[in-house]
């Protein structure tokens, strides 16, 4: 399908595009809305959304613990903050440092937060990053802590217009500035091509670039570490989603090249060199972790600590910093534990566990404090819940070695009779894939069972506590299940690379296996078996309906990508090449138009009900694969839903009340498809 018919859906503020768009949402709005279920839906998905019981998870700068926070008073959110002694008692007292609500209504912008860069070491001022109805692109603002108030323009303050930005503080009158500045600017992919030396008080058009990539690179960065005895400028180079050239930025700006693997993962932290392997490089397996002295690097020399080795079912997952130790997340089949590493007397570093992880459960580091001088340098915030099992936050610091409980969550679903179970399928070259799946424990028949997955960019899915799952699906009699496909990261750099480019079959065989297993099994059957998958992994749902429908019993697609020949020419789709292959080289389109959902449809064939979903300001994936999925398939006459939310970005929702309506829409949605009396159970 070389001559697009619907080229003209890809407008994305388009007349024409908006006049159908409008058309298919009062659709879709007006069959699903009429459900009796949908509102109990909506509003159990509000509740939950905005539960003041919710853990606010922080971050320390300096003396404070800071949150952002949404709730049914603030739909749009508080950036505000705290001590540790406040936040470790039930109600805290916070002090607000911004009220978003409040805004956006003084300025009429439908402001949603994009983050906050403070200040080191005096953590005056912040950089807050703004987004128009929920896109990736920021205006960015200096912000006075201590008066509450943005530094205006006029008073020499930093400003920045609507762009993918990437901006970071040097010093009280410096920032480094990667922004759109005009032509050369950008990348093909739409971020910084160039970083900029910015001085307080002067045109950013007149600030020298001090560093910059090509065209063909997906974005540059600069950014500076203040730490005391350690401070230095750095810079990086990312060529492809999977290659980065890393820079030590000279007293003059001169950059020098950190001579790592390219593919690898490096970063520095105080007088170290720490680098994730993806690839073998000094006898060291992929997926290790190695420490080195940074001076002695730079110098020529390499030996170093290997901090983790993989193995067949045990990879490193992430790690974290404090001032002295190193934390460890790893996976043993997609289920995690926590290790802190912590330098001894002979030079090595010694491990011990962090915390007590149950079987088939998610520990996350949530917050450290790599960068403070004080006791609270030590300081270790993690996270542990389950799919049953609701998330419990701890801390553990130089002042309280033993992990202290600051917060649980509240259990907002019964669970009661309900299990977790791990199985593995076996995909179509014999790979043994795990899949995790919630439901009864005593199950009489196939169940209306929901499916999730993603398999690319190296994700792991691992279990999480969802009470909107939970409420929505579980609570109603659903099955939920999870699968870990090749293109995550569940079994290091491997399980990611199996995937890549050319051999994507290998995910969506993977996929196509669990949900087999899922009725072998007597789990569900077809007929009662959904899908759901966002961004990529609605790349993923849209590849299950048009190579296996007779699989499933409806489909959901999230802000999908589904165009394989275009994705490069939408937004940020060039950045994403490394992951898929290059529409432009005639060997690599092939393998793209295999099994891309948009070029794979079939007039004549059945196929399940889909349900796409997706955000005019999502300017990540561009809406027009969605728009035009629907389209062609209404054309074939093939049964399609189609929601598009004006705003909300990549994430399809800008506020609760978005993020509510759209959850019950898909819930509508699966329910009605896969139910016995096709409606939303009470």
Partial sequence: MDDDPYLWLEEIEGDAALGWVRERNAETVAELTADPGFETLRGEVREILGDPARIPYVRRRGPY???????????????????????RLPEPRWETLLDLDALAAAENVPWVWAGASVRRPDRRRALVELSRDGADAAVVREYDLEARAFVEDGRSGFALPE?????????????????DTGPGSLTASGYPRTVR?????????EAPVVFEGREEDVSVAAWHDPTPGFERSLAARNRDFWHRELFLLGPDDTPVRIEVPDDSLARVHRQWLLVRLRSPWLDRPAGALLAFGL???LAGERSHDVLFTPDERTVLDGYATTRRHIVLETLTDASSALHLLAPDAGGGWSRSPLGEVPPLSTATVTATAPDEEDENAEEVLFDVDGYLQPSTLCRVAADAPQPETLKRAPVRFSAEGLCVRQHFAVSADGTRVPYFVVGPEQQEGPAPTLLYGYGGFEVSLTPS??????????????????????????YGPAWHR???????????????????????????VPKRLGVAGGSNGGLLTGVMLTRCPELFGAVVAEVPLLDMLRFHKLLAGNSWIAEYGDPEDPDERAHLRRWSPYHNLAAGRSYPPLLL????????????????????MRDLGLPVRYYENTGGGHAGAADHEQAAFVEAL?????????????????
């Avoid at 613990?65 to 936040?87: A, I, M, P």
């Avoid at 030396?197 to 058009?205: F, V």
């Avoid at 909107?468 to 999870?482: I, K, P, Q």
């Avoid at 898909?666 to 009470?682: E, K, N």
Wanted: hydrophobic share 35%.
């Fill in 65 to 87: 613990l800071y949150n952002f926070w949404r709730d049914t008073d603030h739909l749009r959110g508080v950036w505000r903050r705290t001590t540790l002694e406040e936040y």
């Fill in 465 to 490: 506590y969802s009470a909107v799952t939970g409420r929505t699906w579980l609570e109603r009699g659903g099955t939920y299940a999870v699968a870990n496909i090749r293109g995550g990261g569940e």
């Fill in 498 to 524: 199996a995937a890549l480019g050319a051999e994507r079959d290998r995910a969506f065989e993977d996929f196509a296996a669990v949900a087999r297993d899922l009725t072998a099994r007597g789990v569900t």
């Fill in 613 to 632: 979903t997706t955000s005019t300001r999502d300017d990540r994936v561009h809406p027009g694969h969605a728009r035009k999925m629907a389209a062609r």
């Fill in 295 to 297: 001076d002695a690097f």
């Fill in 666 to 682: 898909v819930h509508t949605f699966l329910w009605r498809a896969l139910s016995g009396p096709g409606r939303v159970p009470d």
């Fill in 163 to 179: 762009a993918k930005s990437s901006v970071g503080w040097i010093d009280e009158d410096h920032l480094f500035v990667g922004t």
């Fill in 197 to 205: 030396r910015w001085r307080r008080g002067t045109p950013l058009a």
